[in-house]
């Protein structure tokens, strides 16, 4: 007698088909998320574990943009699955940062703000990002300095100012994110923002701009006139 295939196999093929015919909109979140897991548990049903994670993070981007240690506390999910999610994720910021290496800054400024909303703007946790930028304001390097708490990341104007000498930069761009959701800068934000421009200008390097991202909207400190 032959053993009956696990009736997961036809459900998972017919996800397959359904994504080569309808794209990824005929898809809900969990299904998505059923397809990326499939390599990683190859023996097990991904429906319940993808719906948990959903429940938990709240929707496929939350998911992908959870830290491994919050990913790991989710009942059935494994190392295979964690490090296939944060791939894919990886995979999403290089696509988005991509248009703006080696280009002018300035002159791709959608883009830039798409590429900082894709990288933290769904963080439960403060980041503060510099972006280095060369004469021409092309790209030199794009570091995450310090990754914080969730209303709180420690920031060092003078590290800034150094790391920009090291790396031979002539203009900066600082970015860093609030998990509330709301973009306003505080005034805590606003007077770091003031000494690193202070900092930096002593030495020749401008800062351009400091934006803040949260989900779905950004705000930058030089078009409300607080640099």
């Keep these: 007698m032959t053993e009956e295939a696990p009736h997961y196999l036809g459900h998972r093929q017919r996800l397959r088909e359904r994504l ?16 990326l897991l499939f390599p990683a548990q190859p023996r097990k049903e991904m429906k319940p574990l993808a719906k948990r994670l959903i429940d938990r993070f709240g929707g496929f981007a939350d998911v992908l943009a ?14 295979a699955a964690i490090a296939t999610l944060k791939t894919v994720q990886a995979s999403a910021l290089r696509l988005t940062r991509q248009p703006i290496e080696g280009r002018t800054v300035i002159s791709s400024w959608d883009r830039l ?3 900082c909303q894709a990288s933290m703007a769904l963080s439960r946790r403060e980041e ?9 304001n092309a790209l030199i390097a794009d570091e995450v300095q310090q990754r ?11 590290e800034v100012v150094r790391r920009a000498l090291e790396v031979g930069a002539s203009a900066l761009i600082v970015v860093h994110n609030h998990p509330s959701g709301d973009p306003t800068p505080s005034q805590a934000d606003i007077d770091m ?3 690193i421009k202070e900092a930096g200008a002593a ?3 401008t ?21």
């Design 113 to 115: 703000i798409e590429y």
């Design 66 to 79: 959870a830290d491994p240690a919050d990913l790991a506390k989710v009942p059935g999910i494994g190392a």
């Design 128 to 136: 503060f990002r510099v972006l280095y930028l060369d004469r021409k």
């Design 20 to 35: 080569l015919k309808g794209g990824p909109d005929a898809l809900a979140d969990y299904e998505l998320l059923e397809l």
């Design 207 to 227: 800062l351009h701009d400091h934006v803040i991202v949260g989900r779905g909207s950004h705000a930058s400190l030089r078009s409300l006139g607080l640099i």
């Design 193 to 195: 923002t003031r000494q």
């Design 203 to 205: 030495l020749g390097i």
């Design 148 to 158: 914080g708490t969730v209303d709180h990341v420690p920031v060092y104007p003078r």
